[in-house]
T-cell receptor, first 112, second 109 residues
């Protein structure tokens, strides 16, 4: 199956630890998007990346959050010094151009 | 006011009923997407529309660009259709969607 693969599916972190979320896009897709879904809320855009470039990070919190999409390997969303408010589902989507999105199954982050 | 508004927020239907979920948007778009999210599950893209109507099995999506309105219809609904349906406006700039807050559908046997 050539879908978007996100791992882990579930991630538990203690406050202050780092969380790393991985997204492997559909083969051949060079556009990756990260979205966050807070409990009882809708999806919110976080960041749009193309290979080795951040195109738009207007939805990313200014501190503790970073994203990359290296030339080789998956896209990584990194959250440093996690807090309880970071608990959410994080979804990744990919596309070959700015259309035809495929979503991943998400990573559910729980901060305890 | 949100750029994308969906209605209803919650919907309960009897198996077999015809279901309509509405989406209105206020921004310029290149396409509108309908997404499905099962409880605890991932997100599936159902349709991408830029005009007219699309059909896939028991699902039909329509869009009226002039009125900035789209509808998702489910014919002969089934309990497995129970999910959250999300409307997403694609600005066409490649960088983000505006998402509706979703319609939670429950189909009762």
């Amino acid at each position: 199956n050539a879908g978007v693969m996100q791992n882990p599916r579930h991630l538990v972190r203690r406050r202050g630890q780092e969380a790393r979320l991985r997204c492997s896009p559909v083969k051949g897709h060079s556009h990756v998007y990260w979205y966050r879904q807070l409990p009882e809320e809708g999806l919110k855009f976080m960041v749009y990346l193309q290979k080795e470039n951040i195109i738009d990070e207007s939805g990313m919190p200014k501190e503790r959050f970073s994203a990359e999409f290296p030339k080789e390997g998956p896209s990584i969303l990194r959250i440093q010094q996690v807090v309880r408010g970071d608990s959410a589902a994080y979804f990744c989507a990919s596309s070959a151009d700015p259309y035809g999105y495929t979503f991943g199954s998400g990573t559910r982050l729980t901060v305890v | 006011k949100n750029e994308v508004e969906q209605s209803p927020q919650n919907l309960t239907a009897q198996e077999g009923e015809f279901i309509t979920i509405n989406c209105s948007y206020s921004v310029g778009i290149s396409a509108l997407h309908w997404l499905q999210q099962h409880p605890g599950g991932g997100i599936v893209s159902l349709f991408m529309l830029s005009s007219g109507k699309k059909k896939h099995g028991r699902l039909i999506a329509t869009i009226n660009i002039q009125e900035k309105h789209s509808s998702l219809h489910i014919t002969a609904s089934h309990p497995r259709d129970s999910a959250v349906y999300i409307c997403a406006a694609d600005r066409g700039t490649g960088n983000q969607f505006y998402f509706g807050t979703g319609t939670s559908l429950t189909v009762i046997p």
